[in-house]
């Protein structure tokens, strides 16, 4: 059995956040350089789902290694451009695909102007920020009239009330986005444990990433696992006819994204 975390490997040092793990590499022999279930085929669902037009502006929140800005330009020439906080793994982005385009930046202050983005896609991200209120009101104000936004995340199957489908949905429609499309992924999950398996790692590693979750810290795995956690693909559509007022924030370096 290769190192995890009951050995006291991996992850058992400081700042065991969830986004720490994606940080240093940890998941990197189960998920790919994608780091999330599901990969890069739930992108294309998305895509093929939303028939965006050619050369629409995306933004993809908490872009890690940039492998969905390569697969929106490449094979689709989107000009998508790639959104972290993390320099290390900004880094890492720009020295895997040099001509993309990643920027530093926070998903509660999106460093664009209002109205500009066709769509914008986090994908195993919404999970992990602090502010999701002032995150969505951010993208409500970024995206363009009838503008997408795309998450792919956890969820609880057996948790009324909090992170279910419904807990989703309340939040969308608070902050002016309609949901247009939601599928349940969770043979994502039971393949990354597959796939662990496979390779013979510690499948602890994939629950510790829900664990060190602020909502769970004080649950055992076990006590998790009667959540039943899954996970999710979802469209929505922001809604310019509902009325919303943005959360404020101090002002960014909204520089706006070019053509190129």
Request: proline content about 5%; some cysteine.
């Amino acid at each position: 059995m290769k190192p995890g975390f009951s050995e006291g490997g991996w992850g058992m040092d400081t700042g065991n956040c969830p986004s720490a793990y994606y940080a240093r590499g940890i998941l990197e022999p189960i998920t790919g350089f994608t780091l999330r279930p599901g990969g890069l085929d739930l992108t294309r669902q998305a895509v093929n789902h939303c028939r965006f037009p050619k050369g629409a502006k995306i933004l993809d929140i908490g872009c890690g290694y940039g492998e969905t800005v390569r697969l929106l330009r490449s094979e689709y020439g989107f000009n998508a451009v790639g959104l972290d906080t993390g320099e290390k793994m900004l880094q890492k982005a720009r020295a895997r695909y040099p001509d993309l385009t990643f920027v530093a930046g926070r998903a509660e202050n999106l460093p664009f102007p209002g109205g500009e983005l066709d769509a914008i896609f986090m994908e195993c991200t919404f999970s992990l920020l602090n502010a999701p209120d002032i995150a969505l009101s951010e993208c409500h104000r970024t995206l363009k009239r009838d503008g997408r936004l795309v998450i792919s995340d956890f969820y609880y199957r057996n948790r009324e009330g909090f992170r279910d489908r419904e807990y989703y949905e309340k939040m969308l429609a608070a902050h002016g986005f309609r949901l247009q499309f939601w599928e349940d992924k969770s043979e994502c999950l039971t393949q990354l444990l597959v796939n662990c398996i496979m390779q013979q790692y510690d499948t602890e590693i994939l629950w510790q990433c829900l664990l060190t979750k602020e909502e769970n810290k004080k649950l055992t795995c076990s006590g998790l696992k009667k959540f039943k956690p899954g996970y999710f693909l979802l469209v929505a559509e922001k809604n310019a006819r509902a009325e919303h007022t943005a959360v404020q924030m101090p002002p960014a370096d909204r520089g706006g994204m070019s053509d190129g």
